[in-house]
C-alpha cells in the first residue's frame, strides 16, 4: 500500500516568501505530525492533528507557521515570510493513533531560503 | 521537560557487533522507540520498548531499563547497509504522548 507522501520534495524560495508543503498521510491514519529536521539534528517537533483539529502546536516556531488540515486526511504546512534559519527538511509522519504506534515518515520536504 | 542523549557518531567493522546508547530525563515515561534513519531519507521504526529488559527481532535487539533513564540498540553480524543515523526516541507519559527525538547516532560501517 502507498506510504506517507510529501510534495514538493525540494523546494527553493527567496527570503521573505510564502511557502507550502503538502502531506498526504496513510490511508485511514487519524493522527498526522509535522517535524522539521536539520543537518545532523533529530526531527524536532512542531505540531500535531488528530482527526481534522491541531490537538498540539506547542512546537510551532512563531506565527509564521501554520498548518492545516481540513478533511482530516492532507494537510498543508504553510510558511509565511520564510527566513534563512527556516531551511531545514520539512517531515510528515501519521500513525494509526496518537502517539501509541509507530510512526509513518514520509520522504521529507528539503526547503531552501535563500 | 525531556532531554534525551545519544552518541554523535561510531564506526565499526561489516560482521561485528555494535551497541549505541540512549539516556534520558523525563518529567513522565512511556515508552521509547528506536528508528533508523537513512541519508536523505526518511526515518523507519525498528523497535519499541515499554517495559525494563530486552526485545530482540532478527539482528537487532533493544534494551530498556526504566530506573536507570537508559536504553540501547543492539546490531549483530553489521552489513554495509546499516551505515545510518539511529535515532532514539522517548514518549511522554502526558500531554499529547508526541515522542521527542535525539539528535541521533551515526553509525559507519566499514569493510
Known amino acids: 500500500g502507498a506510504g506517507v507522501s510529501q510534495t514538493p520534495s525540494n523546494k527553493v524560495t527567496e527570503k521573505g516568501k510564502y511557502v507550502e508543503l503538502r502531506c498526504d498521510p496513510i490511508?485511514?491514519?487519524?493522527?498526522l505530525y509535522w517535524y522539521r529536521q536539520s543537518l545532523g539534528q533529530g526531527p524536532e517537533f512542531l505540531i500535531y492533528?488528530?482527526?481534522?483539529?491541531?490537538?498540539?502546536d506547542s512546537g510551532l516556531p512563531n506565527d509564521r507557521f501554520f498548518a492545516v488540515r481540513p478533511e482530516g486526511s492532507v494537510s498543508t504546512l504553510k510558511i509565511q515570510r520564510t527566513e534563512r534559519g527556516d531551511s531545514a527538511v520539512y517531515l510528515c509522519?501519521?500513525?494509526?493513533?496518537?502517539?501509541?504506534?509507530?510512526?509513518?515518515f514520509g520522504p521529507g520536504t528539503r526547503l531552501t531560503v535563500l | 521537560g525531556q532531554n534525551i542523549d545519544q552518541p554523535t557518531e561510531m564506526t565499526a567493522t561489516e560482521g561485528a557487533i555494535v551497541q549505541i546508547n540512549c539516556t534520558y530525563q523525563?518529567?513522565?515515561?512511556?515508552?521509547l522507540f528506536w528508528y533508523q534513519q537513512h541519508a536523505g531519507e526518511a526515518p523507519t521504526f525498528l523497535s519499541y520498548?515499554?517495559?525494563?529488559g530486552l526485545e530482540e527481532k532478527g539482528r537487532f535487539s533493544s534494551f530498556l531499563s526504566r530506573s536507570k533513564g537508559y536504553s540501547y540498540l543492539l546490531l549483530k553480524e553489521l552489513q554495509m547497509k546499516d551505515s545510518a543515523s539511529y535515532l532514539c526516541?522517548?514518549?511522554?507519559?502526558?500531554?499529547?504522548?508526541?515522542?521527542?527525538f535525539g539528535r541521533g547516532t551515526s553509525l559507519i560501517v566499514h569493510p
Open positions: 509522519a501519521s500513525s494509526a493513533r496518537t502517539g501509541f504506534n509507530e510512526q509513518f
Open positions: 490511508s485511514g491514519h487519524t493522527a
Open positions: 492533528f488528530q482527526g481534522t483539529g491541531a490537538a498540539d
Open positions: 523525563t518529567s513522565g515515561f512511556n515508552g
Open positions: 520498548n515499554v517495559l525494563d
Open positions: 526516541a522517548v514518549r511522554p507519559s502526558g500531554g499529547s504522548y508526541i515522542p521527542t
